[in-house]
């Protein structure tokens, strides 16, 4: 059995499926999530996916007793790796307090924790949004692009606990990170036994389409047709959540076995290209046979015009890469 990582958000979207990928490789994984937009049933989902049932603390990682308690209870906690935040762009805007609250403060308690307890290391599960809108000429954009002001209060969490990382490594803190800055996570484990499911409506894409196509929403959105991009509709890069939760596996391994790799590095996690909204819609309904009730809307405010990724960073240092077809993922979904 190799080292006991800790997986905070675990009974979410990324968080599921990356305990799946964990457990898969030999890790022992205690979660830690107090059900915020989560459901506990996806405790059955991954123990039949792996035959078996991850430890699990209902635990708001805001309270730094109860925080401190997960460390007593399971001593042998080597890695983190920090899902657990909110993450709905419209209602950042709307609900700043609560996003800085709740995605600083968590952070804030885990990294204080660590050095007591011998956590070697902690993946931060970061964004893209802290690229913002990047220029032309910086797309895809590669780990160095330079970070434009975030659109929204969920995006500048991000790029703000980025930063609380690196200025704790920097005093000296014996810990080691990587962050990884994810594109779009989508798609479903091919069981589909685990997949996205966000209490009340759904603020990402892929949800709101599966939901439409089920007739649990009478018709899916698409913000805004008048972006410059081939067809009017934003451009982002899709990551199979599969894929995506592999790449944890592979940063826990370099960040726990590699004694030679920095105390913190930065990757990209995506596919290293872009579908519009449109494709996505068009090429769910052809993996599923399914059309979808859609119309247009006006824009969104927060949303980014077109931003996909260069991932070849991960790809050779992390030996890493994401290459599910897209109407494979789709299905999947």
């Known amino acids: 059995m190799k080292q006991t990582i800790l997986v905070t958000g675990g009974t979410g979207f990324i968080g599921s499926h990356t305990t799946v990928e964990l457990q898969q490789a030999g890790y022992k994984v205690v979660i830690v999530d ?3 937009n989560s459901n506990i049933q996806v405790l059955d989902g ?3 996916i792996t035959g078996i049932r991850p430890a699990f603390e209902k635990v708001d990682l805001r309270d730094k007793d109860a925080t401190e308690a997960v460390f007593q209870k399971y001593p042998d906690i080597e890695g983190i790796i920090h899902f657990a935040a909110s993450k709905a762009v419209g209602e950042s805007v709307q609900k700043p307090l609560l996003y ?15 050095p007591k307890y011998n956590v070697k290391g902690i993946i931060f599960s970061s964004s893209c949004t802290v690229y913002g809108q990047p220029k032309p000429e910086n797309l895809p954009v590669t780990e160095a692009a330079p970070h434009q002001k975030a659109t929204s209060p969920y995006g500048n969490t991000k790029e703000v ?6 200025d704790y490594i920097h005093s000296g803190a ?17 069981t589909a036994l685990i997949g996205e499911l966000p209490n009340g409506v759904p603020a990402n894409l892929i949800p709101f389409v ?34 995506l939760a592999k790449a944890h596996v592979a940063a826990m391994r370099r960040v726990l076995d590699d004694e030679d790799s920095p105390a913190i590095d930065y990757f990209n996690i995506g596919t290293g290209h872009g579908n519009t909204t449109l494709e996505i819609v068009e090429t769910f309904e052809k993996a599923t046979g399914v059309k979808l009730n859609w119309k247009y809307g006006p824009r969104r405010e927060g949303d980014i015009e077109k931003i996909w990724g260069d991932c070849s960073k991960a790809n050779k240092v992390l030996g890493w890469s994401a290459d599910t077809p ?3 993922v789709l299905a999947s979904a």
């Not at 606990?161 to 690196?166: A, L, P, R, S, V």
């Not at 014996?174 to 594109?183: A, E, M, N």
């Open 174 to 190: 014996p810990i080691k990170s990587i962050v990884l800055r994810y594109f779009n996570p989508i798609g479903a484990h091919p």
């Open 326 to 328: 897209l109407d494979q």
């Open 210 to 243: 599966t939901q439409t196509a089920m007739g649990i929403r009478k018709e899916l959105t698409i913000f805004g047709k008048d972006y410059d991009t081939p067809d009017g509709t934003c451009i982002r890069d899709y990551i199979y959540v599969v894929d």
């Open 34 to 36: 107090n059900l915020s």
């Open 46 to 48: 991954i123990e039949k």
């Open 100 to 114: 800085y609250r709740n995605n600083i403060v968590s952070l804030v308690n885990l990294l204080e924790l660590m």
């Open 161 to 166: 606990n980025e930063q609380i990382i690196y």
